[in-house]
């Protein structure tokens, strides 16, 4: 008898200690951002201009030392 009554004080107790936790909430956030494109140009676009400027520097000095 006293066995039985120990056993459902202690499953009465662990009962109410678990049923009485908090639950947290979760909360999803979506945030959109726009992305600006750089002009739909690949990088061997983009590495050619930045070479042809530099090669037109380069010639537009040596027409100026000839000058």
Do not use: W, Y
Not at 30 to 46: D, F, Q, S, T
């Amino acid at each position: 008898m006293k066995k039985a009554i120990l056993t459902l004080s202690l499953l009465a107790l662990t009962v109410s200690f678990t049923s009485c936790t908090e639950k947290k909430e979760e909360k999803t956030v979506i945030k959109e951002v726009e992305k600006e494109a750089p002009e739909n140009e690949g990088a061997l676009e983009r590495a050619a201009k930045k070479v042809d400027d530099k090669v037109n520097k380069e010639i537009d000095e040596k027409i100026d030392e000839i000058d």
